[in-house]
């Protein structure tokens, strides 16, 4: 629930490609935002060339990638299935997954476990809970750290020197007027979660919204991931910081740490 979607990367031009590769991404893409879309479309989202989109769609299709329908196209289920290995494969998730459920459930309000890649927050698991408001973010969901509690919880148990490659990759990008936007901000936030042992979003990412989240770290203090909750602000002040929900999310991240230890 917590907001600033993103796909991933920037392209680095400093770093060769291959420009077919690059071609077929840059179409899939546009077609992730388009739902369906025809050759001129894609070519008219894109700025390619008819031809060229062509090709390369039905190259897509053949290795099943791409589905067509009608004279349209769209992304084939197949990506689930890459989806469904990256997330069992990720280390510890046997233990989080059902914490995640429970979790949402136990608060009425948004539960979402993230993982930070390529100096992104991504979602990994969301549940729902009864009085839960959700939004557009789902698993796959790529969001700026640190705008967004699960986020700055996680930098906060990194080395000073991968928060600062982040920063410098990402930027400071505002979301709302709450967001931290500048190093000195940040690195404070940072000092305070981690004092707490778990990290608050006072509507930075969106307004209206309040969330909390705990690190989960491994016995070498690696990063693993974090748990977050989010809902409305009139009902999650007073819950966060020092409440229950703050208690819940430090006792679920202390129990997975534990399994990790001893997996």
């Not at 408001?133 to 969901?141: D, E, K, N, Q």
Request: glycine fraction near 8%; charged fraction near 25%.
């Amino acid at each position: 629930m917590e907001n600033a979607e993103n796909s991933g990367d920037s392209p680095n031009p400093d770093r060769p490609t291959v420009k077919s590769v690059e071609t077929s991404v840059t179409i899939v893409e546009s077609l992730k935002q388009q739902d369906l879309a025809g050759i001129t479309d894609l070519a008219e989202a894109t700025g390619l060339s008819k031809s060229n989109v062509h090709k390369h769609i039905i190259t897509l299709q053949q290795a099943g990638f791409v589905v067509k329908e009608g004279d349209k196209y769209r992304l084939s289920l197949r990506y689930l299935d890459f989806g469904g290995e990256v997330r069992k494969r990720h280390e510890g998730v046997q233990f989080i997954q059902p914490r995640i459920s429970e979790v949402a459930e136990q608060t009425g309000e948004v539960a979402q476990f993230m993982v930070e890649e390529r100096g992104w927050s991504v979602i990994v698991y969301k549940e729902v809970g009864r009085h839960g408001v959700s939004t557009r973010t789902r698993p796959g969901t790529h969001l700026q750290m640190h705008q967004v509690a699960s986020g700055k919880a996680m930098l906060a148990y990194m080395p000073e020197s991968r928060v600062e490659e982040i920063i410098n990759r990402h930027g400071l990008e505002p979301a709302t007027d709450d967001t931290i936007t500048t190093r000195e901000e940040l690195f404070e936030e940072l000092d305070r979660t981690r004092e707490r042992g778990y990290a608050i979003n006072r509507t930075e990412s969106t307004e209206g919204l309040h969330a909390a989240a705990a690190p989960i770290t491994k016995p070498n203090d690696d990063v693993v991931g974090a748990c977050a909750v989010s809902g409305p602000s009139h009902r999650m002040k007073g819950r966060t910081e020092d409440g229950e929900i703050s208690e819940l999310l430090l006792s679920i991240a202390n129990e997975v740490e534990l399994n990790i230890a001893h997996s």
